[in-house]
């Protein structure tokens, strides 16, 4: 796709969820892309290589977190993968310091080309795993915003994020259409992690059939010493 349609495209799915784009963002997402469609020939980064999925699935989605980040917040994206939302994220809100954190080096190897190539500032994306970084007392407690999409069910998921969020911060987890099961099941474990359930926010993705679910925890007291517990636990005995 030439980028005058890609920038079309892009830009008016934008403002449908009331975001407005500059050509500068527009050329940075175009840029995201052939980066990402490049590298997901060498490493599997992607199932999506429809430039106009990418735009919808990937970059819009991304970008509707957005407006639960407060001004000048420090945000870490967990399990980002190729970068979402955490990338696209940083295309938007340059005032936003984000930590893209994922367990496959070969992935931090993509976005760490990704961030030189768009010039990104103030972002970084580390190796490791949410549950040893977790108990780091670099990353524990000190974030205004984490986020994840995709990574796991709730009640695992909490336990990766909630670690992470300082007091008063909050945990922005994206999610498909139906969650209400997997919230319920999730209760106990966003209690015991200092977390308190604040909106659900449901929503289709522009011009599309496509539902999706922002799920907005508050964190209310500190998560106890002995949480997260050892790589693997989370998943395979849920609190």
Not at 161 to 188: H, N, Q, R, T, Y
Not at 227 to 234: H, L, N, V
Request: glycine fraction near 6%; charged fraction near 30%.
């Amino acid at each position: 796709m030439e980028f005058e349609e890609f920038m079309k495209d892009l830009v008016n799915k934008a403002k449908e969820i009331g975001i407005s784009l500059n050509e500068e963002q527009v050329k940075k997402f175009y840029d995201y892309m052939l980066v990402l469609l490049d590298w997901n020939e060498k490493i599997n980064l992607t199932a999506i290589t429809d430039v106009k999925e990418i735009i919808l699935k990937h970059f819009i989605d991304s970008i509707t977190i957005c407006k639960y980040i407060p001004e000048n917040s420090k945000l870490l994206d967990v399990g980002t993968g190729a970068g979402f939302p955490g990338i696209p994220v940083k295309i938007i809100r340059d005032d936003v310091t984000i930590v893209l954190l994922d367990s496959l080096n070969k992935r931090i190897l993509f976005l760490e080309d990704v961030i030189k190539k768009l010039k990104l500032t103030n972002i970084i994306a580390v190796h490791g795993r949410a549950e040893e970084f977790g108990k780091n007392k670099k990353f524990r407690q000190c974030f205004d915003i984490v986020t994840s999409r995709a990574v796991a069910n709730m009640a695992v998921l909490s336990e990766y994020l909630l670690p992470f969020v300082k007091i008063d911060g909050k945990a922005v987890i994206m999610k498909g259409s139906e969650c209400e099961e997997e919230l319920k099941d999730a209760e106990k474990a966003i209690s015991v992690l200092g977390g308190k359930l604040k909106a659900v926010d449901k929503f289709f993705l522009p011009s599309s059939d496509i539902k999706r679910s922002i799920i907005v925890l508050d964190k209310i007291k500190n998560t106890p010493s002995q949480y997260p517990r050892k790589a693997g636990t989370p998943a395979k005995k849920p609190i």
